[in-house]
């Protein structure tokens, strides 16, 4: 199961950290992704890391404000958010990439947690 956390509250061009946390399971060897989701929308990808070649891969409305990155040693991924605006508000949720596919399918991730709320005042 993994569970995601560092979500609150922050105003307009500020930033959060998330942390994805796994127990039971060692991270380094999944593909893993961030999605995100608001209420009556579906579940819209953020980022995703392969954990094989190493690459990342981040929906357009996030480059170059968000980073997905991993610490192996205490089997975690995190997200990076900067530049955070009011549309970035959210339940953060982390999945693990189960089947092969665009990364942006939330199909192809399972293990979901119980997601982090992002909250960004305008």
């Known amino acids: 199961q993994l569970q995601a956390s560092g979500g609150g509250l922050v105003q307009t061009g500020g930033s959060l950290r998330l942390s994805c946390a796994a127990s039971?399971?060692?991270?380094?060897?999944?593909?893993m992704g961030w999605f995100r989701q608001t209420p009556g929308k579906e579940r819209e990808f953020v980022a995703a890391?392969?954990?094989?070649?190493?690459?990342?891969y981040y929906a357009d409305s996030v480059k170059g404000r968000f980073t997905i990155s991993r610490d192996n040693g205490k089997n975690t991924v995190y997200l990076q958010m900067n530049r955070l605006t009011p549309e970035d508000t959210a339940v953060y949720h982390c999945?693990?990439?189960?089947?092969?596919?665009?990364?942006?399918?939330?199909?192809?991730?399972?293990?979901w947690g119980q997601g982090t709320l992002v909250t960004v005042s305008s």
């Open positions: 999945g693990t990439k189960r089947y092969s596919g665009n990364w942006n399918d939330s199909r192809l991730y399972d293990n």
């Open positions: 890391s392969s954990w094989s070649s190493g690459s990342s």
């Open positions: 039971g399971r060692t991270l380094s060897t999944w593909n």
